[in-house]
C-alpha cells in the first residue's frame, strides 16, 4: 500500500516567516494530493490540494508543490499568522478513496 | 448548515462495553468513511461505504461494525471495548461520482474507555 512520509514534525516559526512542510510516497500510482489542516479539537480541514497532472498550484499565502519523478510534495505557508498554528497533514490516494496520511506536522506561530 | 456531523462528541465508557457513534452529511456525498485518530496524532482509514456499498475493510477487528441506512449516514458500532480502543474517531465524505476525490470531515467523537 501506499506509505506516505512527512517532515519535520514540529515546526516553529516567527509570525511573518515562511513555514514549508515536506512529504515523499510511495506508489507511483498515486494521483491526487490534498493537505489538511486541524486545529485543537476539530476535524481536520481541507486547505488545498493538487493533482498529478500539475506541478504547482497556490491560493493566497498558500502553495502546494508536486515533483512526481522524485515522488516528493511539499507545503509552503508565507507570511505566517498566529491563526496558522495547528497540526498540518499530507495525504496520497492511488485509488478513487483511500488516502494515506503523513504522521502530521505541529506548526507554531510566535508571535 | 453542518456538513459532516458526529454524535456524540464525546464518548466515556467502560471496558467491555458496546457503544456506537453516529455520522450524517448533508453535502450529496456518496461515499462516506470512517477514521481513527489514535495518541500520536496518527490518521488511518478503518472503512469506506460507496452508495451503501462497503468498499474499504481495513485490518480492523471484528468488534468495529460499521452500517449504511442510506448514503447520507453512516454509523459506528463497536462491541467489547478495549482500552485500546480509546481515540478520536472521525467520520468524513466525498463525492465520488463527480470524479472528484476531496474528502471532508467530521468534528470528530473522542472515544475513552476506562
Known amino acids: 500500500g501506499e506509505n506516505v512520509e512527512q517532515h519535520p514534525s514540529t515546526l516553529s516559526v516567527q509570525e511573518g516567516d515562511s513555514a514549508v512542510i515536506k512529504c515523499t510516497y510511495s506508489?507511483?500510482?498515486?494521483?491526487?494530493f490534498p493537505w489538511y489542516k486541524q486545529e485543537l479539537g476539530k476535524g481536520p480541514q481541507l486547505i488545498i490540494d493538487?493533482?498529478?497532472?500539475?506541478g504547482e498550484k497556490k491560493d493566497q499565502r498558500i502553495a502546494v508543490t508536486l515533483n512526481k519523478t522524485a515522488k516528493h510534495f511539499s507545503l509552503h505557508i508565507t507570511e505566517t499568522q498566529p491563526e496558522d498554528s495547528a497540526v498540518y497533514f499530507c495525504?496520497?490516494?492511488?485509488?478513487?478513496?483511500?488516502?494515506?496520511f503523513g504522521a502530521g506536522t505541529t506548526v507554531t506561530v510566535r508571535a | 448548515d453542518t456538513a459532516v456531523s458526529q454524535t456524540p462528541k464525546y464518548l466515556v465508557t467502560q471496558m467491555g462495553n458496546d457503544k456506537s457513534i453516529k455520522c450524517e452529511q448533508n453535502?450529496?456525498?456518496?461515499?462516506m468513511y470512517w477514521y481513527k485518530q489514535d495518541s500520536k496524532k496518527f490518521l488511518k482509514i478503518m472503512f469506506s461505504?460507496?452508495?451503501?456499498?462497503?468498499?474499504i475493510n481495513e485490518t480492523v477487528p471484528n468488534r468495529f461494525s460499521p452500517k449504511s441506512p442510506d448514503k447520507a449516514h453512516l454509523n459506528l458500532h463497536i462491541n467489547s471495548l478495549e482500552l485500546g480502543d480509546s481515540a478520536v474517531y472521525f467520520c468524513?465524505?466525498?463525492?465520488?461520482?463527480?470524479?472528484?476525490?476531496?474528502?471532508?470531515f467530521g468534528p470528530g467523537t473522542r472515544l475513552t474507555v476506562t
Open positions: 468524513a465524505s466525498s463525492a465520488s461520482y463527480s470524479g472528484r476525490s476531496e474528502q471532508y
Open positions: 506508489d507511483s500510482a498515486s494521483n491526487y
Open positions: 493538487i493533482r498529478s497532472n500539475v
Open positions: 495525504a496520497a490516494i492511488v485509488n478513487d478513496y483511500k488516502l494515506s
Open positions: 453535502l450529496g456525498h456518496d461515499t
Open positions: 461505504y460507496n452508495n451503501k456499498e462497503l468498499i
